[in-house]
């Protein structure tokens, strides 16, 4: 979707304009995702490890960027690697599309405490909650947009491309993960969840709400994503290829727009979009072989040997502490060393 809006197809791009609502898809599916996560050790009765949490973010995404930021500076923003701190640390990037990164990386960042907070309430509370934070989300921005409408005349797009303006969209897939792990979407959903999804996002497309208001897809997208949760792939050819694709996903984020205006700039065609998208997955694959695939296997190396750390200086009796409720449930010794 994004890469469809930022080719600017000839004679389409009125209807493709609108696609850019993909962002509302990626935030949505990354609140489903890492939200799940900590469900799923509070469920197990796991604690939560934020350095491993951290190292593993950090080597999931920190290697592809710093390889694709680099690059393309070299390639066509060379005067961009006299700041080689601001291009690594984003704050002047040559990745175009890199405000939607610092987004994530954001929320990234405050999960953990989030999730912290929510575990000490039910789960029907913690369901309010997250509507009650997306709703403050939503009010905040249109506050926002009111007071720079009627102080400046104008409203600043970096103000409402925050965080904070697109929480609530995090918010819809946490919604759903709290579905999921309730067991609610245990049983195939039907055909009507995945209508719902796609007619809802094809609206916000068309109608070119404001992405950081368009409540309608972000509603799509949840449903879209609880309605694939909830139909486990059957066919193995399916699920090699859903692999690959989010093999590659985050590379042609971090790649399409450049290689878009290199080779279908200054005058857009579909030529042009079909090289680009032929070149951006040839770069893709090869930063996800060289670059991403190595970075997430450091990132799992470092994090299991700290775990095994960790392991072994509990087993020489530091400290530790168990619930004793779950080592009688397991049947276990009421031993300090289970």
């Not at 390889?67 to 066509?76: L, M, N, P, T």
């Not at 400290?319 to 031993?335: D, F, K, L, N, R």
């Amino acid at each position: 979707m994004v890469f469809l809006h930022h080719v600017e197809l000839p004679g389409l791009f009125p209807l493709t304009k609108g696609l850019d609502r993909g962002v509302i898809v990626f935030f949505v599916l990354s609140g489903y995702l890492l939200y799940g996560q900590f469900l799923r050790a509070a469920q197990r009765g796991t604690r939560f490890e934020p350095t491993t949490y951290a190292i593993r973010r950090a080597a999931r995404i920190l290697p592809a960027y710093l390889f694709a930021a680099f690059v393309v500076a070299w390639a066509r923003y060379p005067w961009m690697l006299n700041d080689p701190v601001g291009l690594a640390l984003t704050t002047d990037s040559s990745i175009a599309v890199v405000w939607t990164l610092q987004i994530e990386i954001l929320f990234y960042a405050t999960l953990p405490i989030g999730a912290a907070v929510l575990m000490r309430f039910r789960e029907e509370v913690r369901l309010r909650l997250i509507v009650l934070a997306s709703a403050l989300s939503l009010l905040g921005t249109i506050v926002l947009m009111a007071v720079e409408l009627m102080t400046a005349g104008v409203v600043f797009a970096s103000d409402v491309s925050s965080y904070a303006s697109f929480l609530w969209a995090f918010g819809a897939g946490m919604f759903v993960a709290e579905l999921d792990a309730k067991g609610a979407l245990s049983r195939p959903a039907g055909a009507r969840w995945a209508a719902v999804g796609v007619l809802f996002i094809a609206f916000g497309t068309l109608a070119q709400i404001p992405r950081f208001l368009d409540v309608i897809s972000g509603i799509g997208a949840a449903a879209l994503i609880a309605w694939v949760v909830s139909r486990p792939a059957k066919s193995r050819g399916f699920r090699q290829l859903a692999i690959a694709g989010g093999a590659l996903s985050y590379s042609v984020y971090l790649w399409h727009h450049a290689v878009i205006e290199a080779v279908n700039r200054p005058d857009p065609s579909w030529g042009g979009a079909v090289l680009a998208a032929v070149i951006t997955v040839s770069i893709a694959v090869v930063a996800y072989v060289l670059v991403e695939r190595p970075g997430i296997a450091v990132g799992r190396w470092v994090s299991g040997k700290l775990r095994e750390l960790r392991v072994d200086r509990d087993a020489v009796g530091m400290p530790v502490v168990y619930e004793p409720m779950a080592i009688e449930a397991a049947g276990a010794p009421q031993s300090p060393h289970g």
